[in-house]
């Protein structure tokens, strides 16, 4: 069959993932529960070996980062100013910023804990070592926060470039009630949470546990008509052999953010900001051409 071997290999590459978050359990176990004794380092370790597994197959230009995003107020471009009546704005922390730092700058670099600018974010995504009930809403709006937070076309939505991906990753999940599907329920939330007013963008693309399930959001057409102008969300519970199709989305999302055509003009992004300050002309010297 066309892709089993990459199937296979994918599905390796999963299994090992689990297998390594496993020997941090059974090296650090928890007398009492399931999962690492130390709730805090057991959830930054899945952070860190998601970041490490995608790191590994993303180009050179993609790094995988965690920290914030700032969307500065100021000018864009060769002399756009259409941020001049807004605020400067950050984000909350951010679990993992997927960012183009071989075509964008930093403001500030700490190790892998970054602050940069919206322009170069490709994917965000949440990480939780067990996905649980309490904690959907939050996390999607966070993403969702982040999302807006990236909007850096000022024009029309025609010519609006695609947004991040946007992505809540668990190694296990613990949805509380069991009287009805987990997909429904995911759904029922993430209803609520977006109106008829959404942005395509700023919904989720995906929620899934990389051992057992995932939700994704289908892409629409790329010329959305009133009557397809919907966002389907799809829901896929994995068998032992199938392990490999969430990773495999994270990884399809991340790149097809990255290699598509609205963003593939590369714009000058927001870094600088000099204050009201006058200037006092001193001479002017004449020139030939410009290049």
């Given at each position: 069959?066309?892709?089993?071997?990459?199937?296979?290999?994918?599905?390796?590459?999963?299994?090992?993932?689990?297998a390594?978050?496993?020997?941090f359990?059974?090296?650090?176990?928890?007398?009492?529960?399931?999962?690492a004794e130390?709730?805090?380092?057991?959830?930054?370790?899945?952070?860190?070996?998601?970041?490490?597994?995608?790191?590994?197959?993303?180009?050179?230009?993609?790094?995988?980062?965690?920290?914030?995003?700032?969307r500065?107020?100021?000018?864009?471009?060769?002399?756009?100013?259409?941020?001049?009546?807004?605020?400067?704005?950050?984000?909350?922390?951010?679990?993992?910023?997927?960012?183009?730092?071989?075509t964008?700058?930093?403001?500030q670099?700490?190790?892998?804990?970054?602050?940069?600018p919206?322009?170069?974010?490709?994917?965000?995504?949440?990480v939780?070592?067990?996905?649980?009930?309490?904690?959907?809403?939050?996390?999607?709006?966070?993403?969702?926060?982040?999302?807006?937070a990236?909007?850096?076309d000022?024009?029309?939505?025609?010519?609006?470039?695609?947004?991040?991906?946007?992505?809540?990753?668990?190694?296990?999940?613990?949805?509380?009630?069991?009287?009805?599907?987990?997909?429904?329920?995911?759904?029922?939330?993430?209803?609520?949470?977006?109106g008829?007013?959404?942005?395509?963008?700023?919904?989720?693309?995906?929620?899934?546990?990389?051992?057992a399930?995932?939700?994704?959001?289908?892409?629409?057409?790329?010329?959305?008509t009133?009557?397809?102008?919907?966002?389907?969300?799809?829901?896929?519970?994995?068998?032992?052999?199938e392990?490999?199709?969430?990773?495999?989305?994270?990884?399809?999302?991340?790149?097809?953010?990255?290699?598509?055509?609205?963003?593939?003009?590369?714009r000058?992004?927001?870094?600088?900001?000099?204050?009201?300050?006058?200037?006092?002309?001193?001479?002017?010297?004449?020139?030939?051409s410009?290049?």
């Open positions: 069959m066309d892709g089993q071997r990459l199937q296979d290999f994918w599905n390796q590459e999963v299994k090992s993932l689990l390594v978050y496993r020997q359990e059974t090296l650090l176990p928890n007398p009492k529960t399931a999962g130390h709730r805090g380092e057991d959830g930054r370790y899945v952070e860190t070996l998601v970041r490490s597994y995608l790191q590994k197959y993303l180009p050179k230009d993609l790094e995988v980062l965690t920290g914030f995003i700032l500065p107020a100021v000018k864009l471009g060769d002399n756009n100013r259409s941020r001049s009546n807004e605020k400067d704005l950050h984000t909350t922390q951010l679990d993992i910023i997927i960012y183009d730092s071989g964008y700058p930093v403001f670099r700490m190790v892998d804990t970054v602050i940069v919206p322009e170069g974010v490709v994917a965000v995504l949440s939780k070592k067990t996905l649980r009930d309490a904690e959907i809403v939050a996390e999607c709006n966070a993403l969702l926060e982040a999302s807006k990236c909007r850096c000022e024009s029309s939505l025609e010519a609006r470039r695609r947004g991040p991906f946007l992505a809540l990753v668990g190694t296990d999940s613990d949805l509380a009630d069991k009287k009805e599907p987990k997909e429904k329920k995911l759904f029922e939330k993430l209803e609520a949470l977006y008829s007013s959404s942005v395509f963008d700023d919904m989720i693309g995906f929620i899934g546990d990389l051992s399930w995932h939700v994704f959001k289908a892409r629409p057409p790329s010329n959305p009133p009557l397809n102008s919907v966002a389907r969300y799809m829901y896929v519970e994995l068998a032992d052999a392990l490999h199709q969430g990773f495999q989305f994270l990884l399809s999302g991340i790149l097809s953010v990255y290699y598509d055509k609205t963003r593939t003009g590369v000058r992004p927001g870094f600088t900001a000099f204050a009201s300050k006058p200037a006092k002309a001193i001479g002017k010297i004449a020139f030939s410009l290049r």
